[in-house]
Nanobody
């Protein structure tokens, strides 16, 4: 059974940084692409970033390019999202997800497993 557990969320002032982690278990982590999604109050869940099985390819939501960095450590079965220059509009619950395949995946229906989410709040 696949388990994904996010951590690292919290309250930060605008311009600050947070690093989210997603610890995975239950499948061979290194075989699958991973992604981060977020859902703000009253809004639909949106794609944030994705990373291929090897970590060699990444893709980002336009509004986070240059501020967020997705990475993974296959030896530790863990994915990360380094978030810098945070803005109030980044406030949301952030979810990690594991894709069905190994290539970059930007649509939620390409993901079969989801974590419970971690709250990120950016104050102005």
């Amino acid at each position: 059974q696949v388990q994904l557990v996010e951590s690292g969320g919290g309250l930060v002032q605008a311009g600050g940084s947070l690093r989210l982690s997603c610890a995975a278990s239950g499948r061979t982590f290194s075989m699958y692409a991973m992604g981060w999604f977020r859902q703000a109050p009253g809004k639909e869940r949106e794609f944030v970033a994705t990373i291929s099985w090897s970590g060699g390819s990444t893709y980002y939501l336009d509004s986070v390019k240059g501020r967020f960095t997705i990475s993974r450590d296959n030896a530790k079965n863990t994915m990360y999202l380094q978030m810098n220059s945070l803005k109030p509009e980044d406030t949301a619950v952030y979810y990690c997800a594991q894709a069905y395949g190994g290539m970059l995946s930007i649509h939620s229906d390409e993901y079969g497993y989801w974590g419970q989410g971690t709250q990120v709040t950016v104050s102005s």
